[in-house]
């Protein structure tokens, strides 16, 4: 009995990790793929405004926190800070287009970017501070 549940846990793990690695492959070609439509339909408009930038930011971050996360399994949280700093600009990029300005939003969103901010420099202060045992390639 300790055989078959030593056979049916491995076999659970190697059915996780295949699903693990799909997934991953499944995020890294939906961003490929997202990223290659907003590029298109930049080079349709013939310019590309701030909002379509930060976009590409977004999908390059998420591309290189797949990579990271592929080859290491392990989620470096700083670049989901990185995104969230990046889509709460393309979102204050988007209040400031639009007229009248809605102060309230604008001025949640800049206390979200403040928040986010602190929260980055805590994460990067506490991993020199107290750093992982494993290392990162």
């Known amino acids: 009995m300790k055989k078959f549940n030593e056979h049916l846990n491995t076999l659970?793990?190697?059915?996780v990790l295949g699903f693990h690695k799909l997934a991953l492959f499944a995020i890294g070609a939906g961003t490929v793929w997202a990223a290659g439509w907003t590029f298109f339909d930049m080079f349709a408009k013939h310019h590309a405004?701030?909002?379509d930038l930060l976009l590409m930011f977004i999908y390059l971050e998420i591309g290189a926190m797949v990579g990271i996360y592929f080859n290491?399994?392990?989620m470096p949280v700083r670049f989901l800070l990185?995104?969230?700093l990046t889509a709460?600009?393309?979102h204050m990029?988007?209040?400031?287009?639009?007229?009248p300005i809605n102060i309230d939003e604008m001025l949640a969103v800049a206390g979200?970017?403040?928040?986010?901010?602190?929260?980055?420099?805590i994460v990067r202060f506490t991993s020199a501070r107290f750093p992982s045992d494993k290392q990162i390639k």
């Open 12 to 15: 659970g793990n190697d059915l």
């Open 49 to 51: 405004s701030i909002a």
């Open 72 to 74: 290491t399994n392990h």
């Open 82 to 84: 990185y995104i969230a």
């Open 88 to 90: 709460l600009t393309r």
């Open 93 to 99: 990029v988007d209040i400031m287009s639009h007229s």
């Open 112 to 121: 979200a970017i403040f928040v986010v901010s602190a929260s980055v420099l």
